[in-house]
């Protein structure tokens, strides 16, 4: 994954978690994960650091 994929799934994450955007409204722009071989989109690495951000708060 690139530094400005990085970027924007961060940026992404933080406007779903602010309600400023929905899990619909992120692109499903495809990207290679940091192991090279492995896809995913934005979206779903969206979903997965909100997940992760929700978990931190309420763990």
């Known amino acids: 994954m ?3 994929q990085e970027k924007l799934i961060a ?5 779903v978690l602010a309600g400023r955007k ?8 495809v ?4 192991d090279g ?3 995913s989109t ?3 690495e ?3 650091r909100v997940a992760e ?6 763990g």
Not at 11 to 15: D, R, S
Request: hydrophobic share 50%; proline share 3%.
């Open 53 to 58: 951000k929700t978990i931190e708060v309420l």
């Open 46 to 48: 969206v979903d997965i």
């Open 11 to 15: 940026a992404y994450t933080v406007l």
């Open 42 to 44: 934005i979206r779903a």
């Open 22 to 29: 929905t899990n619909e409204q992120v692109p499903e722009t």
């Open 31 to 34: 990207v290679l994960l940091d």
């Open 2 to 4: 690139t530094i400005v």
């Open 37 to 39: 071989v492995t896809e």
